[in-house]
Antibody, heavy 120, light 110 residues
Framework: QITLKESGPTLVKPTQTLTLTCTFS??????????VGWIRQPPGKALEWLALIYWDDDKRYSPSLKSRLTITKDTSKNQVVLTMTNMDPVDTATYFC????????????WGQGTLVTVSS | QSALTQPASVSGSPGQSITISCTGT?????????VSWYQQHPGKAPKLMIYEVSKRPSGVSNRFSGSKSGNTASLTISGLQAEDEADYYC??????????FGGGTKLTVL
């Protein structure tokens, strides 16, 4: 059974750096083809893909946010970490992490999401 | 990379069929058979309903089907049920900017 859970601060101040951790079970991020991605959703708005890291440490980023994002993995801890610099109130959103199937083209298991509010 | 275009809302009565469109470009939907669809109930995480245009994950009702023509993908729900009322999002692989989501469609079951 695959499960994922996001953790991190619920409130950050403008200009601060956000660090979110996705802790997962039921699969290994050392298995060929597997990936873990981050997707966010501002309140009442649409989903937006942010980043994804593959089993082989290949990393992909949203072009519009690439300069602010870093994604890393700790295979031994079954964790993926996303950092986003220079947070702004428009970054207020629920942040989801999700498992990407070995085919790599869709997200078949999602965490429950964590709401991050950016406010002074 | 621009978001894929979906209608803001669709509605239907129980038992009817509805179709949600998802329009992209030749750089995403039109170039790859890698469109997926997600159902999201309020306050919940998205759930994968369709992948690779028309494939259903195990456990998803066969009332859900997907298709694609050119730059437009579609999700059809037949035999509409009250529990189908939710937001639906399409997503396409887009090459260099790997994934792009649609703006979402709110389905109302009348």
């Amino acid at each position: 059974q695959i499960t994922l859970k996001e953790s991190g601060p619920t409130l950050v101040k403008p200009t601060q750096t956000l660090t979110l951790t996705c802790t997962f079970s039921g699969f290994s991020l050392s298995t060929s083809g597997v990936g873990v991605g981050w997707i966010r959703q501002p309140p009442g708005k649409a989903l937006e893909w942010l980043a994804l890291i593959y089993w082989d440490d290949d990393k992909r980023y949203s072009p519009s946010l690439k300069s602010r994002l870093t994604i890393t993995k700790d295979t031994s801890k079954n964790q993926v970490v996303l950092t986003m610099t220079n947070m702004d109130p428009v970054d207020t959103a629920t942040y989801f992490c999700a498992h990407s199937d070995s085919s790599g083209w869709f997200f078949d298991y999602w965490g429950q999401g964590t709401l991050v509010t950016v406010s002074s | 990379q621009s978001a894929l275009t979906q209608p803001a809302s669709v509605s239907g009565s129980p038992g009817q069929s509805i179709t949600i469109s998802c329009t992209g470009t030749s750089s995403d939907v039109g170039s790859y058979n890698l469109v997926s669809w997600y159902q999201q109930h309020p306050g919940k995480a998205p759930k994968l309903m369709i992948y690779e245009v028309s494939k259903r994950p195990s456990g998803v009702s066969n009332r859900f089907s997907g298709s694609k023509s050119g730059n437009t993908a579609s999700l059809t729900i037949s035999g509409l049920q009250a529990e189908d009322e939710a937001d639906y999002y399409c997503c396409s692989y887009a090459g260099s900017s790997p994934w792009v989501f649609g703006g979402g469609t709110k389905l109302t079951v009348l």
